[in-house]
């Protein structure tokens, strides 16, 4: 039996074939500094508007809901009075403060479309709009994405870099598994470090060849993205650009806050992978692996990041076991995993450890995550 996910991706080709052209919005990027939104940016020190549905991997019961994590915008317009803008970034009729480098997650019940507005601070000046067509958004799926508008004059475009994860309250279960997902807790670093240099962003896989993912990861050029870039035209994406592989050695990366402070980067970030993520294929060529990288002022997603080195974690049956047993229904702890390929060195000269929780989740729906203490 297919799971839901497919069922939609098969529905969605259906209905491609007969879809009505995409009619541009009345806030075309022709007009943008002409209009102006209503709602505030947040304040100095004031908590951007979210939801208690961030702190979840599910939706509340039957309904949907969409998280983004705001990273950065590149290539703004001017305002309308030559200014250099001062962005913030609404959602829908809920907005959130444009605060880079550190990232911004919103969460809330959403229509067909949800628009991605970018505003200016002090004129309130609309200087780019984004309508994101939920229906193309695969469930669950950790999309990161430049979502580039065409500007007059200037092909770069303005890029806005997002990850957007569409959530719906049911964890989609696989035939003949009888678990749906696998949650891993990623607390921190356990020990200080000796040159500590700023803070740290964690990228978490599935990957179901580690031999094969580890060469790639040793041959990827000095300039390559942490993740794969998923870029996304305006104004009339179509489904193409929302497409996922099914079949996916890189797996499919989940990035972390940042880690911080510098001393000491703690995440305290929960990860939820399900069958379409490798996390039912455990073997013993199967393993999580966590790639850690410099966060520096600005990071778009498209640039180069510092590579700090990667710690694995093998999925083997024996680790199946292991968390299958009824001693392990309240998770695992892996205390001590290396940091490998690594320059850094703790206080005491070893080198980084870092500190798992590991769980899997039998049911299908899960509200709060794991949590270590």
């Known amino acids: ?35 102006k939104v209503k709602e505030d940016p947040a304040g100095p020190g004031q908590a951007a508007l979210t939801s208690h549905t961030n702190e979840w991997h599910l939706a509340n019961p039957e309904k949907e809901s969409i998280t983004f994590v705001l990273h950065s915008a590149s290539n703004l317009p001017s305002t309308r009075k030559g200014n250099v803008p001062h962005p913030y970034v609404i959602v829908c009729k809920f907005q959130t403060k444009m605060d880079t480098p550190s990232t911004i997650y919103h969460t809330f019940v959403f229509p067909s479309n949800v628009s991605l507005i970018v505003a200016d601070k002090d004129s309130k000046e609309i ?34 870099y997002v990850s957007i994860i569409r959530k719906r309250s049911l964890i989609p279960r696989y035939a003949g598994v009888n678990y749906t997902g696998l949650e891993v807790f990623l607390k921190g670093i356990n020990e200080p470090l000796a040159q500590p240099d700023g803070k740290v962003k964690a990228v978490a896989r599935i990957v179901n060849n580690l031999g094969a993912y580890i060469q790639e990861m040793h041959a990827r050029l000095p300039d390559a993205p942490p993740v794969p870039l998923t870029v996304v035209n305006f104004p009339d994406p179509v489904m193409e650009d929302f497409d996922v592989p099914r079949v996916n050695n890189h797996g499919y990366p989940q990035v972390s806050s940042l880690g911080g402070p510098p001393e000491q980067p703690m995440w305290n970030t929960s990860f939820l992978f399900q069958g ?10 199967t393993a999580l692996l966590i ?48 940091i490998q390929d690594t320059t850094m060195k703790t206080t005491s000269g070893g080198l980084p450890t870092v500190q798992l929780g590991l769980q899997l989740i039998n049911s299908e729906v899960r509200k709060k995550q794991f949590a270590m203490t």
Request: aromatic residues 12%.
């Open 291 to 338: 790639e850690y990288y410099k966060s520096t002022p600005g990071d778009d997603l498209e640039g180069t990041s510092t590579f700090l080195g990667y710690s694995v974690l093998p999925l083997t049956n024996r680790v199946y076991r292991k968390l299958a047993a009824d001693s392990s229904r309240s998770g695992i702890r892996v205390e001590n995993l290396p």
């Open 1 to 35: 039996m297919a799971d839901e996910t497919d069922e939609e991706t098969s529905n969605l080709e259906k209905k491609s074939d007969h879809r009505k052209p995409n009619m541009r919005s009345r806030f075309s990027f022709f007009s943008f500094g002409t209009k």
């Open 276 to 285: 379409r993520d490798g996390a039912t294929a455990f073997s013993d060529d």
């Open 127 to 160: 200087l780019a709009k984004y309508n994101i067509p939920v229906k193309y958004l695969r469930p669950f799926h950790h999309y990161h994405c430049a979502l580039v508008l065409p500007r007059k004059k200037d092909q770069t475009g303005t890029k806005l």
